[in-house]
């Protein structure tokens, strides 16, 4: 069964560092999100991806953060400068519904940053 | 402004006996409610979907209602097993159409006991 897949599991980083967190959608799907849930909270809508454009980010996703869609595989979410506070679990969605109808998850990439 | 509520506390329930999980939301109209099951350390995995004019789903022993006057949902699990213990979510898309971010809620953590 196709699945999202999310590279890499764990990264760690130091405060002020870029760090870039890649997934591969499902190979049909052509609406790609991210979402965050820092330990212990509920999971956070971040940005939604469709058609090479940003369609819809939340007030989380400020200057600092940024996707791209470099190839026709890998979606990724760059955050220029990272913050204590942006240590989370980040997760890779993708959809062949609009709407956010039925999205499905990729496994998470764990971010600590010092 | 829209809220999603879900009792985050657990709910224990013993193997054999049907769960029933709520979820209420506020200030919105939804064309459709989803469900979707999250481990500790894994990505949500999408369950159910319901629309507006459907009063109840089901997937095998998995069962939703959703009552739009109330602003609830109800989800069941029937002849629960332990390996159904996880946290439930319930999401939303507040946004209204296009390729959108969902809400979710804080989850109710089920423990089914042996």
């Known amino acids: 069964e196709p699945e999202v897949t999310q590279t890499p599991s764990h990264q760690v980083t130091q405060m002020g560092q870029e760090v870039i967190l890649r997934c591969v959608p499902i190979?049909?799907?052509?609406?790609f999100y991210w979402y965050r849930q820092i330990l212990g909270q509920k999971v956070e809508f971040l940005v939604s991806f469709y058609n090479n454009e940003i369609s819809e980010k939340s007030e989380i996703f400020d200057d600092q953060f940024s996707v791209e869609r470099p190839d026709g595989s890998n979606f990724t979410l760059k955050i220029r400068s990272t913050k204590l506070e942006d240590s989370a679990m980040y997760f890779c969605a993708s959809s062949d519904n609009r709407g956010g109808e039925t999205q499905y998850f990729g496994p998470g990439t764990r971010l600590l940053v010092l | 402004s829209q809220k999603i509520e879900q009792n985050s506390e657990a709910l224990n329930i013993q193997e054999g006996k049907t769960a029933t999980l709520t979820c209420n939301y506020t200030n919105y109209s939804p064309a459709y409610l989803q469900w979707y099951r999250q481990d500790p350390g894994r990505g949500p995995v999408f369950l159910l979907l319901i629309r507006e004019n459907e009063k109840e789903k089901r997937k095998e022993r998995l069962k939703v209602t959703f009552d739009t006057t109330l602003k609830q949902s109800l989800f069941h699990i029937t002849a629960s097993q332990p390996a159904d213990s996880a946290t439930y979510l319930c999401?939303?898309?507040?946004?209204?159409?296009?390729?959108?971010?969902?809400?979710f809620g804080k989850g109710t953590h089920l423990i089914i006991q042996p």
């Open positions: 190979s049909n799907h052509l609406y």
């Open positions: 999401a939303l898309d507040f946004s209204g159409g296009g390729a959108d971010g969902l809400t």
